[in-house]
């Protein structure tokens, strides 16, 4: 591993709040004023913040659409001794963020990183989601395109715990009716405005939500947390039979899935080997 050179500046990873601007800690307040520099997602947006907390400290834009410039501008300037804040709009850098590269980027030009903790929506909305917290799989944002947010909601459907997302408002339905198509008609709570004056929590099984979707306030960022865990069937390998595993694997990929994660699905809801279920389906394709 790379050492830290001491002779360049730190790069303090600052998470902003998601709604609540008293949502901040002492310790980003304090780091704020004493950095060189803020690089700011929207320099606009976070000046409204800084301007509440009395900070004068200059700000740069980095965000999606200039980070492959602005990457070797920010470790230029770290290099030469000065410190920078990373913030995002809201929330933590670096998660379903473009900070995420710059932070690569300073490990491997050794550049020492202090992260402070902070407001994060995904954490805010699990703890009042009433579901079983642990395990749980933060994905994020998932692909605009169909396909692609198809294929890894079909790659995430033998996930056995809960399933946290974010999505912005005007692919919201579609993205839900992909969870309903692929997951399954799951127990879904959805979160939007967290820490605001108007933060409201859904909580119901998908179909219901989609029927009811009109009644839904689309603004903001929604977080979506869909709880995952399988139904637990006590079912042993000598109590289905190959005849059942077959049915089993065959409607899977009549819905669509290939057959390695349909064999690998039924294996792991029913607690079957795998092996098992590959050697009943490749039994069954020989004697056809």
């Not at 907390?53 to 470790?75: A, F, G, R, V």
């Amino acid at each position: 591993m790379p050492d830290i050179n001491l002779n360049y500046g730190i790069l303090y990873i600052c998470p902003t709040p998601i709604g609540n601007l008293e949502d901040i800690t002492l310790r980003v307040i304090k780091t704020l004023k004493e950095v060189n520099i803020i690089a700011a997602e929207d320099t606009r947006h976070t000046k409204k913040l800084l301007n509440h907390l009395e900070i004068n400290t200059p700000l740069i834009s980095y965000h999606e659409h200039n980070k492959d410039k602005k990457n070797e501008e920010i470790i230029e300037i770290l290099k030469k001794g000065e410190s920078i804040a990373l913030v995002s709009d809201a929330g933590m850098p670096a998660i379903s963020d473009p900070g995420e590269e710059l932070v690569k980027l300073a490990i491997e030009k050794q550049i020492k990183i202090i992260p402070l903790p902070g407001a994060n929506a995904a954490l805010t909305a699990l703890i009042a989601s009433g579901l079983t917290n642990s395990p749980f799989t933060f994905i994020g944002f998932l692909p605009k395109t169909a396909k692609k947010r198809q294929q890894m909601l079909k790659n995430l459907k033998a996930y056995n715990h809960a399933l946290i997302f974010y999505e912005a408002p005007h692919r919201l339905l579609e993205t839900l009716n992909d969870i309903l198509t692929i997951i399954g008609d799951k127990q879904v709570i959805i979160a939007r405005e967290l820490t605001k004056k108007f933060e409201e929590f859904i909580r119901d099984k998908l179909s219901n939500i989609i029927d009811n979707f009109a009644e839904i306030t689309c603004k903001g960022e929604f977080t979506i947390i869909v709880n995952n865990e399988l139904e637990e069937i006590e079912v042993s390998e000598n109590k289905l039979s190959n005849l059942e595993i077959i049915k089993k694997v065959n409607f899977l990929i009549s819905q669509g899935e290939n057959k390695k994660d349909a064999i690998r699905e039924v294996a792991s809801k029913y607690n079957i080997a795998r092996r098992t279920v590959y050697q009943a389906v490749i039994k069954n394709t020989t004697a056809d």
